[in-house]
């Protein structure tokens, strides 16, 4: 494989999975946790299990390190059958939400836990722990007892403590989620650098979508126990398949209506009276003449005074709200049919200088392959 | 430091000196005296009439004797080894039985800690003399623990227990487990378990982790619960009395012999001194590792 072919093995037919789920449940008592799972996640992916807290990702993860056994089902961790084996005998580390640092340890002693375990010589040990410290940079903290560590030291120590043994699949618990946000943009991308030099396939666990966009290679988002969609960040970003994504990953508008025409990738969409047909791609599972929605990012609809006569898809509204952001403002603009709709606009002037205020009457436009046309139903949330 | 600081201060150091460091120098100097037939049955008694040559010689009669007494007479050191083994054992056994009390509690449902951990403070509700007396009743001959076995076949003579030292290990358990079970509680309850399966994450087995992170993160509590059981112990007069036998040898029940069968209140006190002295070596070792916690937690 050259370096130009991008990386994608969950299109090659040929390639083998690393984890792979088949049929997997897990219930407590009545409730089910994890509803009947199919998934694939192939070696060196850095995968994210993405969804709002009681979604059923965290116990995913938990099956995967072996700390909950499926209920139905089978999962296979490098073409083994993984029921019945302790967490302690699975070539998987887990970073832990609460980094679960041995606090009566210090930094050295903590990344040689897991070594010491696993009969390995003395000056071994010892050389991958100094490996370990200086892959985080913790070089000069090696003594430290956790407590005398800040936040973002500590997340390093477990991630490290974590990587030590050099597990096949190293599973990540919301690992940045105790940080804020400056460090944790600064770890993001330390994180996918660690996970490219380790080679290590990594799984996390986060319900923060644009953590998931940034570090991970594909996102299983989840919904209720089920996986609603698997696909690689922009993907799921441009072509949710169904409006709970849409609206679950970024800002979006949603408009009600029905479908009334549909012919391979295009659909149109009838949504009010005396408007005319909005354009747009057609979504999975929508039929001509049932009900669906419209979905087009802020960050598509374009803004002016003028009508856009060039464009099919447009309509008139007037400014009730602008949010201002710094680098860009969000419009919210009611339309005549009492829809709001919501016009993302990069700030490339200075604002005393913006033509549009409020009360304005504008026109809101987007191209015809900007939204796509989705089965109604199922709420944003 | 201010005069309100200073104040503040003097306030607990003014209670010490009241209430400890005063009766301390009152038993060392009883403990100096001698034997009398008088009240108090001691002599010199301090006059303050005399003044400064009634001072001067009433200390020139104080003397060593009953340390070198104490010495003497086997019985003495026999009585604090003797005390002092009980009190070793009766911590230990207070150990192994309060370690799966706490563990327990701690790994109830949280919404049940609360009443569990009252379960364990509820005998301090009676007085902790009935509640040794109730034990009689218990271990005696004829009592509950005789009749539930013989009933159930598994003896047919009554077990000897009561006035035996068995019985005293059982009356220093029973009495003094909520010592036991509550610092360790304390800090078991705030164990986080995600590091147990960190552990076990990381290679060892449940029983390992349980080894490496529980037994090792409760240390500190079982050391406090371990102070807290053998210090009170070695000086205990109620159990020993009550329930061992004229055989069983502890310093708290030969102190008050000397104090009320003998009426020999120098000797007592002699004694009461040397208990003192023994104990501020665990006393000190407590507190050093009370303080290394705190450290710690800092």
Request: contains cysteine; charged residues 20%; proline residues 5%.
């Amino acid at each position: 494989m050259s370096n130009n072919t991008p990386f994608a093995p969950w299109n090659d037919e040929a390639a083998v999975p690393l984890i792979q789920f088949d049929g997997v449940s897990k219930k407590y008592g009545d409730f089910l946790a994890i509803d009947n799972i199919d998934l694939k996640i192939y070696p060196r992916e850095f995968f994210a299990l993405l969804g709002p807290s009681g979604c059923g990702k965290t116990t995913l993860m938990r099956m995967l390190a072996g700390f909950e056994e499926a209920s139905a089902g089978k999962i296979t961790i490098d073409n083994k059958d993984m029921a019945g084996i302790p967490p302690n005998k699975r070539a998987v580390n887990m970073m832990f939400q609460s980094y679960a640092l041995f606090p009566h340890l210090n930094v050295v002693d903590n990344l040689a836990f897991g070594l010491k375990r696993s009969r390995m010589a003395k000056s071994e040990i010892d050389g991958r722990v100094e490996e370990m410290l200086r892959l985080v940079q913790l070089q000069k903290f090696a003594k430290r007892k956790p407590h005398q560590l800040s936040g973002g030291q500590r997340q390093r120590v477990a991630l490290a403590r974590a990587l030590a043994k050099a597990p096949k699949l190293l599973l990540l618990d919301e690992p940045l989620g105790a940080l804020d946000k400056k460090l944790r943009e600064e770890t993001q991308f330390e994180l996918m650098d660690i996970q490219e030099k380790t080679g290590t396939t990594f799984v996390i666990v986060t319900h923060d979508q644009e953590e998931a966009m940034t570090v991970a290679s594909r996102i299983a988002v989840m919904d209720h126990g089920k996986l609603v969609q698997i696909d690689t960040p922009d993907r799921v970003y441009e072509n949710p398949n169904s409006i709970y994504v849409a609206g679950f990953i970024g800002d979006v508008n949603i408009i009600e209506g029905r479908v009334s025409h549909l012919a391979g990738e295009e659909a149109q969409l009838c949504w009010a009276e005396g408007t005319s047909d909005i354009r747009g791609m057609a979504g999975p599972k929508i039929q001509k003449g049932e009900e669906a929605a419209f979905a087009v990012r802020p960050e598509k609809v374009a803004l002016s005074v003028q009508e856009p006569i060039e464009r099919n898809n447009r309509v008139a509204g007037r400014v009730e709200d602008i949010a201002y952001l710094g680098n860009m403002s969000t419009y919210y603009v009611r339309l005549e049919n009492g829809n709001l709709i919501k016009s993302q606009v990069a700030n490339d002037r200075r604002i005393s200088r913006r033509s549009v205020t409020w009360n304005d009457q504008v026109w809101l436009s987007w191209s015809d392959t900007a939204g796509i046309v989705l089965p109604s139903g199922g709420n944003p949330s | 430091m201010t005069l309100s600081k200073r104040l503040l201060i003097f306030v607990p150091y003014a209670w010490l000196l009241a209430l400890f460091l005063v009766p301390f120098f009152i038993v060392v100097k009883i403990a100096l005296s001698d034997y009398a037939i008088s009240i108090p049955p001691y002599t010199p008694t301090f006059d303050l009439s005399a003044g400064w040559a009634g001072f001067v010689d009433f200390l020139s009669k104080l003397d060593l004797e009953n340390f070198v007494f104490l010495a003497e007479d086997d019985l003495y050191w026999k009585t604090f080894l003797s005390s002092l083994q009980i009190a070793v054992i009766a911590t230990l056994l207070t150990l192994l039985v309060g370690f799966p009390f706490a563990y327990a509690i701690a790994q109830a449902p949280s919404e049940w800690r609360p009443s569990l951990v009252l379960l364990v403070i509820l005998p301090f509700w009676t007085s902790f003399l009935i509640r040794v007396y109730a034990l009689i009743g218990i271990l005696s001959n004829e009592g509950f623990l005789n009749q539930f076995l013989m009933w159930t076949g598994l003896i047919s003579e009554p077990l000897a227990i009561l006035n035996t030292d068995i019985a005293v290990y059982i009356g220093i358990v029973y009495a003094y487990l909520p010592f036991m079970v509550l610092p360790i509680y304390a800090t078991l309850d705030k164990l986080d378990g995600s590091l147990l399966e960190a552990a076990q994450d990381l290679g060892c087995t449940r029983f390992q982790a349980f080894w490496s992170v529980t037994i090792h993160l409760a240390k500190p509590g079982v050391i406090a619960g371990c102070f807290l059981v053998f210090i009170p112990t070695l000086g205990e007069f109620v159990i020993p009395s009550l329930l061992g036998g004229a055989r069983t040898l502890m310093i708290g029940k030969v102190l008050w012999e000397e104090f009320f069968s003998n009426r020999d209140w120098p000797v007592a006190s002699a004694v009461a001194v040397i208990l003192l002295l023994i104990l501020i070596v665990p006393i000190v070792l407590f507190q050093r590792s009370e303080q290394r916690l705190r450290e710690q937690n800092q």
